[in-house]
């Protein structure tokens, strides 16, 4: 979307990433890329520098990002805009509630519908194949209609297709209503983090991401134990998949009475316009900050969702191995995978967002630097969590913590950097 006259507003959106990292999924437009007007900028400010405020003037505002002018003082935040936070947090929370209740009871699943592993993941990537498809066309028409109602439309879908699935005794029809699952989350976590851009900036804009994200790791922890200990009480793995159909519907009321910010409304910009989708995809092709950020976190992605979709299982396995633990339940390793999740989601995602502010005004482009390093720590962890369940469970865990820890870092940062508006002067 762009505005009239004098200065243009540019989301950074992508698909590629959209899987889990839904801020990187709305479409966007500007009279050229961020790198074309970093590149203009004087002493070459990066173009991945989070947290910035559009101003008319592009030196005053360079001053004020290096630490040279203080910031102009925050507003406070109304009671509207933490009630906003709070649903969108919410929502996020169930949303990945969902995602993952079949994980934690992936064995009962098999056994009902009689299908060996292949078959398990491919309901996964049904999920998946469809979310990405999906996730650019809601990404446009965010920009260009209610965000509110496609929100609450969203929910609504997958939560309903959520519950009727639960229902279903045949496989093809299990796997076809969890893609439909996935076309009704990418509705929602390809919007939602657009609301956050447009009611705050700067260090409050990346503290209000990173509750939204906080969302993520805790809600996925939560469906590993919701999924597990519903299935254990009700004898019967799909009572837990009647469990966030209920929360959804609360979803869609709370949904339907937030307020819907005007695009841009945090920088005070007006008279926003939509550009045609063609333009969209051509400004963003060439956007290099944009496309390694994409291309960054989908091996993110890759590695987070693999270890959240298979970690209970493989380590349920490699826990049988040893000594004792023959008669041991999935439903026990998926509680406690929910729990080591949970934790890390506790730590992980606040802590990257708290580095991220505390370093941006003495380290330049420090945002991509946590993240790179927390994944260079990541990759060891995971490999010695993958050896370690034939060993000892107490140190499987331990680095799964670890790994998930660090992968964590990132999942507000990059939204952060990919939800950057940036000013310049139209032609």
């Not at 050229?32 to 970093?38: I, K, P």
């Not at 008319?56 to 109304?78: H, I, K, V």
């Not at 890390?344 to 991220?356: D, K, R, Y």
């Amino acid at each position: 979307m762009s505005q009239k006259h004098h200065q243009a507003y540019q989301p950074l959106p992508t698909a590629a990433a959209a899987m889990d990292n839904p801020a990187m999924s709305n479409s966007s437009s500007s009279s050229g890329s961020n790198d074309d007007v970093a590149s203009s900028e004087p002493l070459g400010l990066p173009a991945t520098y989070s947290s910035q405020q559009l101003v008319t003037s592009d030196f005053d505002s360079m001053e004020r990002l290096r630490g040279n002018e203080s910031d102009p003082a925050p507003r406070s935040t109304t009671a509207s805009q933490w009630f906003t936070v709070g649903v969108l947090c919410f929502v996020n929370l169930i949303n990945y509630m969902d995602r993952f209740t079949i994980a934690g009871v992936l064995t009962e699943v098999q056994s009902d519908f009689q299908i060996d592993d292949d078959s398990a993941g491919l309901l996964q990537t049904a999920f998946v194949v469809s979310y990405m498809i999906f996730a650019p066309l809601f990404g446009y028409l965010g920009d260009r209609y209610s965000r509110r109602w496609l929100m609450a439309i969203g929910v609504a879908l997958w939560s309903t297709t959520t519950l009727l699935g639960s229902y279903m005794q045949q496989f093809g029809w299990f796997i076809t209503f969890r893609a439909l699952v996935g076309i009704g989350e990418a509705s929602y976590s390809t919007i939602a983090p657009t609301l956050i851009s447009d009611l705050f900036v700067n260090s409050l804009r990346s503290q209000m991401l990173a509750m939204f994200y906080f969302a993520i790791p805790v809600g996925s922890g939560l469906g590993y134990i919701v999924g597990s200990k519903t299935a254990h009480l009700a004898n019967n793995w799909r009572w837990a998949l009647r469990v966030t159909p209920i929360l959804g519907v609360i979803a869609v009321v709370l949904i339907i009475l937030i307020k819907d910010p005007k695009r841009g409304q945090s920088e005070g910009t007006q008279h926003m316009e939509p550009t045609d989708f063609r333009t969209d995809i051509k400004e963003l092709l060439k956007n290099r900050s944009f496309m390694l950020s994409t291309a960054g976190f989908t091996c993110v992605a890759f590695v987070a969702g693999a270890l959240a979709w298979w970690g209970p299982k493989y380590i349920h396995l490699g826990l049988k191995m040893q000594p004792g633990n023959e008669d041991l339940k999935l439903d026990d390793v998926s509680y406690k995978f929910g729990l080591v999740a949970m934790g890390a989601g506790l730590i992980g995602v606040p802590l990257g967002s708290f580095l991220a502010q505390r370093l941006r005004h003495r380290i330049e482009n420090c945002d991509p630097y946590i993240c790179a390093i927390g994944l260079f720590i990541s990759a060891p962890m995971v490999f010695l969590a993958l050896i370690m369940p034939t060993l000892s469970g107490t140190l499987c865990f331990i680095f799964v913590f670890a790994a998930q820890v660090t992968l964590n870092l990132s999942w507000s940062i990059v939204a952060d950097m990919l939800l950057v508006r940036r000013a310049s002067q139209m032609q």
